[in-house]
Antibody
Framework: EVQLVESGGGLVKPGGSLRLSCAAS????????MNWVRQAPGKGLEWVSS????????YYADSVKGRFTVSRDDAKNSLFLQMNSLRAEDAGVYYC??????????WGQGTLVTVSS | DIQMTQSPSSLSASVGDRVTITCRAS??????LAWYQEKAGKVPKLLIY???TLQSGVPSRFSGSGSGTEFTLTISSLQPEDVATYYC?????????FGPGTKVDIK
């Protein structure tokens, strides 16, 4: 069974940093592109970042480019999102999503990020 | 970047009704379009990909159609468990933009 478990969310002040992690199990992690998708409170889904197999390509939404960095550790079956210079509008639930040819076929339960002074 | 829009933003229908949601892309995306269902307090769930291919385990009352710039998600007979927000998403190259969502509830 595919499992994706996010961690690392919490309360951070504007301008602060946070590192999210996603622990994957139940599938061969190294063979999949992985995504981060977020959802602000009461709002819709927003794609944040994608990292391909072997980190061959990485993409970011314009809203986070230059502030967020996605990475992966295939040896540890883990996905990461380093978030710097956080803003109030970055608050929300961050989902780790397995990518099957561009499609989000498995989602984690999410981790909540709160940005407030 | 390609923009995604959905209509309506919300709808209310009776159990058994046929429900149709439209998703439009600002440029052609072939059939690289997925639909997701998000129930309150739950994780989004993939319903349809390739514009019309039903994900395994999804009830057959759900169907998708379209290509290019206009797509539809149809629920042939609305059930109480279908109350949710539905999102389309393009995966024809980054950014993998979601539509703003359509909230469906029971009249």
């Amino acid at each position: 069974e595919v499992q994706l478990v996010e961690s690392g969310g919490g309360l951070v002040k504007p301008g602060g940093s946070l590192r999210l992690s996603c622990a994957a199990s139940g599938f061969t992690f190294s063979r999949y592109t992985m995504n981060w998708v977020r959802q602000a409170p009461g709002k819709g889904l927003e794609w944040v970042s994608s990292i391909s197999i072997s980190t061959s390509y990485i993409y970011y939404a314009d809203s986070v480019k230059g502030r967020f960095t996605v990475s992966r550790d295939d040896a540890k079956n883990s996905l990461f999102l380093q978030m710097n210079s956080l803003r109030a509008e970055d608050a929300g639930v961050y989902y780790c999503v397995r990518d099957l040819l561009g499609i989000g076929d498995s989602w984690g339960q999410g981790t909540l990020v709160t940005v407030s002074s | 970047d390609i923009q995604m829009t959905q209509s309506p933003s919300s709808l209310s229908a009776s159990v058994g009704d046929r429900v149709t949601i439209t998703c439009r892309a600002s440029q052609g995306i072939n059939n690289y379009l997925a639909w997701y269902q998000e129930k309150a307090g739950k994780v989004p769930k993939l319903l349809i990909y390739g514009a019309s291919t039903l994900q395994s385990g999804v009830p057959s009352r759900f169907s998708g159609s379209g290509s290019g710039t206009e797509f539809t998600l149809t629920i042939s007979s609305l059930q109480p468990e279908d109350v949710a927000t539905y999102y389309c998403q393009k995966y024809y190259g980054a950014p993998f933009t979601f539509g703003p969502g359509t909230k469906v509830d029971i009249k």
